[in-house]
């Protein structure tokens, strides 16, 4: 009922992908495979909105750690953005909001990844 949905829309360089619903051990591999497709295909900003993820498991964090270390041997970038609640609070269980480059908002991530980043 809560399946997945993976949605892609662009701000100028760069790709943002919108995840909503559910991302268990089943949808994990779609987004990993969606992100590695964005990446081999020449992306070098990609920006992937958590806001309408309602719950996830270690198998999704796996797929965004697998996909960060993709980007950076394809010299791009991948950011996180609006991680709330219940989705945040895993985040930090497991340690991971110093892994992954976060941003409270989709504006504040797209400066951050649009352009040279401001002292």
């Not at 270690?58 to 791009?76: G, Y």
């Not at 219940?86 to 797209?110: K, T, W």
């Amino acid at each position: 009922m809560n399946a997945l949905t993976i949605g892609q829309t662009r701000a100028g360089s760069v790709c943002i992908v919108t995840l909503s619903g559910r991302i268990d051990s089943t949808s994990a591999s779609d987004v990993m495979a969606e992100l590695k497709r964005l990446i081999s295909s020449g992306e070098k900003s990609i920006l992937v909105d958590l806001g309408a993820v309602l719950y996830l498991t270690s198998a999704a964090f796996r797929a965004l750690l697998v996909a960060t270390d993709e980007a950076e041997r394809k010299a791009a970038k991948l950011a996180l953005c609006n991680l709330a609640g219940h989705v945040r609070e895993l985040f930090e269980m497991g340690g991971l909001l110093d892994v992954f480059a976060i941003h409270n908002s989709r504006e504040e991530a797209l400066k951050q990844l649009a352009g040279p980043r401001a002292p």
